[in-house]
């Protein structure tokens, strides 16, 4: 492609024709009214394949439903469109959990145990969160913090402490539940 280009030099306007090859810029992508793009609009950067893996993760598992009734099964119904509203809400700062549904379950003491089930749509966003912040906190945990991290276990904080009591000839008794009272 040629095109006409007109220059104003000392001797004048000098007109010449120079090759040129129209390249084509991607504009940045808006929102719906055209207001500000899209990577404005969205302050946390959470790729759909994030929330898309949170639910295959969260499907192999099961568990029941919610305080909002619905299941997996029921999830799946529209999943791409529940899939979408969970990501537009987390990766736009919206998001809210919904109430936890109680359920007690009985201790071998007589007592019972509070357990709170998750709805199956916050179950995925919570996955999200522990996939996007799990690698990064993970490497600054203490080497004896056992609870919910990956790989170790209550079984695991009762073999170190079977461990370190035959190394040690001491014992130190705590009531932890006397420091809330303190």
Same mark, same amino acid.
């Given at each position: 492609?040629?095109?006409?280009? $007109? ?6 306007? +000098?007109?010449? =024709? &120079? ?7 991607? *504009? %940045? ?62 990766? $736009? ?6 109430? +936890?549904?109680? =359920? &007690? ?7 019972? *145990? %509070? ?68």
């Amino acid at each position: 492609m040629a095109r006409v280009v $007109s220059v104003s030099g000392k001797g004048g306007m +000098v007109t010449r =024709v &120079e090759r040129w090859s129209p390249t084509i810029e991607q *504009r %940045a992508r808006a929102n719906q009214r055209w207001e500000e793009p899209v990577s404005e609009a969205k302050p946390y950067g959470i790729p759909k394949q994030l929330v898309w893996d949170a639910y295959r993760w969260v499907k192999a598992n099961g568990g029941a439903a919610g305080v909002d009734g619905e299941s997996l099964a029921m999830l799946e119904q529209d999943l791409e469109g529940n899939l979408y509203k969970i990501w537009n809400r987390m990766s $736009s700062g919206t998001y809210f959990p919904p109430p +936890v549904r109680l =359920v &007690e379950i009985p201790k071998d003491d007589g007592g019972k *145990r %509070a357990l709170g089930i998750p709805t199956v749509g916050d179950r995925v966003a919570q996955t999200v969160a522990k996939m996007v912040l799990e690698p990064k906190v993970e490497p600054v945990f203490h080497p004896d913090s056992y609870g919910y991290r990956p790989g170790r276990s209550a079984h695991d904080a009762l073999a170190m402490t079977r461990q370190r009591c035959w190394a040690a000839d001491w014992v130190i008794d705590l009531d932890i539940k006397g420091f809330a009272q303190a």
